[in-house]
């Protein structure tokens, strides 16, 4: 069984900056996905940034440039570092991890951010 916690979400000004983190314990192939999914209240949960152990990322257009996803293969750690946040970025925001040899994905509990003045 795969467990992912999700830290660092709060409350935070337009403008300001937030880091997100994630561990994932249990049995984890060596090779996979992690990634951040936000859900705002009254839409669809939607991709953020999701990135490989080899390292290659993926971004959602509406955070380009302002959010950086990393990760450290030796935590089994993925960070999502939020900068120049807006208020439209606020939602709950949950760790993905995706197991591709076995196709199997798991989810963290989630983490509020809230971008308001």
């Known amino acids: 069984q795969v467990q992912l916690v999700e830290s660092g979400g709060g409350l935070v000004q337009p403008g300001g900056s937030l880091r997100l983190s994630c561990v994932a314990s249990?049995?984890?192939?060596?090779?996979?996905?992690m990634g951040w999914y936000r859900q705002a209240p009254g839409k669809q949960r939607e991709l953020v940034a999701s990135i490989f152990t080899a390292g290659n990322t993926n971004y959602a257009d509406s955070v380009k440039g302002r959010f950086t996803i990393s990760r450290d293969n030796s935590k089994n750690t993925v960070y999502l570092q939020m900068n120049s946040l807006k208020p439209e970025d606020t939602a709950v925001y949950y760790c993905n991890l995706y197991d591709p040899p076995i196709n199997m994905a798991y989810w963290g509990k989630g983490t509020l951010v809230t971008v308001s003045s």
């Open positions: 249990g049995s984890i192939f060596r090779i996979n996905r």
